[in-house]
């Protein structure tokens, strides 16, 4: 089988780790991209590095300060991380996050020449974030298209999300059916400086009751 080559935003999370291992399923060459934007739970980007590592995935690690514009409990330690969210978009959510992960995203595939980019976005069992909604993740695409070289030329940059209709229970069934240990992976937005999991944010929330539909023995580490 002929091996394509895409660019893989990886966060180390259950999401982005899914989504490398189907990557890699579809006889895809990855190389990993993380963004470290100075957030507060920066311990994940240690993590992404050691399972990238044992992976031997090629990766690069892009710095950004997105604690510049704040407005987020992940980018202002002024803010909590809360520990049950209210209906509506949560304080959780970074300002244009996924539309600045895409947009380095993009630049850094089409210097490469890749045309495949994949995100682990998910708008079922997710914290009500805009740009995880299929509609975002379309225009996106388009305006990528429009702005680059590559999209000029009549080539293509393609925004893959094939996590973006399951469920939390469905995408860790599928990542173990894939081999995936979910106990290297962190999702936690309050992690200690061990790497345990708060166990109370929403994100905690959201991964443990995955666990549980799925049948499946939670095995994050965990602070209590």
Known sequence: MESKKALI????GLDSTTVLHHALSENYECIALTIDYN???KFEIESSKRYLKELNIESKI????????????????????PVKCNDGIPITYVPARNTIFLSIASAYAEKLA??????????IDFSGYPDCRPEYIKSFEETINLGTKLGAEDGRLIINTPLINMSKKDIIKYGCSLGIDYSLTVSCYNLDDQGRACGSCDSCEFRRHGFELAGIKDPTHYKN
């Open 62 to 81: 892009f710095k950004i300060d997105l604690t510049q514009i704040g407005g987020s409990a992940l980018t202002d330690n002024k803010i909590d991380v």
């Open 39 to 41: 957030q507060r739970h």
């Open 114 to 123: 890749l045309e495949n980019i994949f995100i682990g976005v998910n708008q």
């Open 9 to 12: 935003l990886f966060s180390g």
